[in-house]
C-alpha cells in the first residue's frame, strides 16, 4: 500500500528508495494507483521546477552516452545532482533502451549525486512521455537540479523531448558524407545548440568542417527566438574536450532566456500544452472504450479500408455512436 505523504516527504528529503517508489506508483499501469499517483504529483509540484532541464538527441553512433557521462560528471564534480532520464517508444520494438546505457555510463552511474532511469519499457511515445514529464517533476523534488532527457528514439520523440525540456542540443559527428544530409530540417529548427562530437585526431578537421557547415546553416534559418544565436561548437567526449564549453552553453542561454523573460514563458506554455495533451489523451481513451464505439469500430474501419465509405462519414458514425453513450 502506498502512503502518499510518507513518500513525498522521503522524496523532497531526497531518499532514494522513496524516489523509486514515487516513479514505480507514476508507472504503474493499474488504474487504481492513478488517483494515488496525482495526488503525490500535486504534494511534490510546488518542490519542483529547480533544475534546468536538458533534452539530448543525435544520430546513432553520435556518442550521446559518452558525451551525457561525461557532461554528467562535470556536473557533479561542482556539486550539482543529476538525473539521466530516456523517451524511447523504440524499445518495444528493437528491445533496446536506455538500461544498456547505464551500462555504459558505468563511473556515472555509480556517482551518488547522479540518477539514471530507464525508459518504461513497451509503451507509446505518449505513455512514455507522460511518465518520463513526470518523472522529471519528481526528481526536481527530489533535489536533482540538471535534468538530462535523452531522446533514444527517432522522429516525433526528438519534438517531444524538446517540448518537455529548457535547452534542445543536437549531438552530430563529422565525417558521415554530407553533413548536413544527416539532420532533418525540422530538428535543426527545434535545436537550441549544436555540438559536433568525436572532434579529435585526424578528424578535427572534418569536425571544424562540419561545425561551418551548421553554422553557415543556422543563419539561414528563421531563429527560434530573438534573444538567442544557436551556437555550432566541438567536443570530444571520450577525450573529456568540450564539455566545459558544452555547460557555458547552457548557463549563457538560460541567462539570456531569463533576463528577456523567455525562460518562465516558455516553461508556462509547455504545461498549459501538456495538460491539453492529457486532456485530449484521456479523451481518446474514453471513447475508445465506450461499449457503443466498440460495438461499431471494426466494421467502420473495415468500411473505410475497403473505400466503401469515406473517413469523415465513418468519424461521423463514429461520434454519433459515443454520444448515444448512456
Not at 49 to 78: F, H, N, W
Not at 239 to 251: A, P, S
Request: aromatic share 4%; proline share 3%; charged share 25%.
Amino acid at each position: 500500500m502506498f502512503k502518499i505523504h510518507d513518500i513525498a516527504e522521503g522524496v523532497k528529503k531526497g531518499q532514494l528508495r522513496a524516489l523509486a517508489k514515487a516513479i514505480t506508483l507514476i508507472e504503474s499501469r493499474n488504474v487504481d494507483h492513478s488517483v494515488a499517483a496525482t495526488t503525490l504529483l500535486d504534494e511534490l509540484l510546488p518542490a519542483s521546477g529547480k533544475s534546468i532541464r536538458i533534452g539530448i538527441s543525435g544520430v546513432p553512433g553520435a556518442g550521446k552516452s559518452t558525451t551525457i557521462e561525461a557532461l554528467g560528471l562535470y556536473l557533479t564534480g561542482l556539486g550539482h545532482k543529476v538525473a539521466v532520464l530516456a523517451v524511447d517508444p523504440s524499445s518495444q520494438i528493437s528491445g533496446g533502451s536506455i538500461l544498456g546505457d547505464k551500462t555504459r555510463m558505468e563511473l556515472l552511474s555509480r556517482d551518488s549525486n547522479a540518477f539514471i532511469r530507464p525508459s518504461p519499457s513497451g509503451d507509446t511515445l505518449g505513455g512514455v512521455a507522460r511518465k518520463t514529464r513526470e518523472t522529471m517533476l519528481i526528481c526536481e523534488a527530489a533535489g536533482y537540479d540538471v535534468i538530462i532527457v535523452e531522446t533514444v528514439g527517432v522522429g516525433q520523440s526528438e519534438i517531444t523531448v524538446a517540448s518537455m525540456v529548457d535547452f534542445f542540443l543536437l549531438l552530430q559527428i563529422a565525417g558521415a558524407g554530407d553533413e548536413l544530409q544527416g539532420i532533418k530540417k525540422g530538428v535543426m529548427e527545434i535545436a537550441d545548440g549544436i555540438v559536433i562530437n568525436k572532434a579529435d585526431g585526424e578528424n578535427r578537421p572534418r569536425a571544424e568542417l562540419a561545425r561551418q557547415q551548421y553554422a553557415n546553416a543556422l543563419h539561414l534559418l528563421k531563429p527560434k527566438s530573438v534573444n538567442w544565436q544557436v551556437p555550432a561548437q566541438l567536443c570530444s567526449a571520450l577525450n573529456n574536450e568540450g564539455i566545459v564549453e558544452l555547460w557555458e552553453m547552457v548557463l549563457n542561454y538560460r541567462k539570456a532566456m531569463q533576463a528577456s523573460g523567455e525562460f518562465d514563458e516558455k516553461r508556462r506554455l509547455q504545461a498549459t500544452d501538456w495538460m491539453w495533451t492529457l486532456v485530449m489523451d484521456d479523451l481518446k481513451d474514453i471513447f475508445m472504450r465506450d461499449r457503443n464505439v466498440e460495438a461499431l469500430l471494426g466494421q467502420v474501419q473495415e468500411g473505410v479500408a475497403a473505400g466503401v465509405t469515406t473517413p469523415s462519414a465513418a468519424a461521423r458514425r463514429l461520434l454519433e455512436a459515443f454520444r448515444r453513450h448512456g
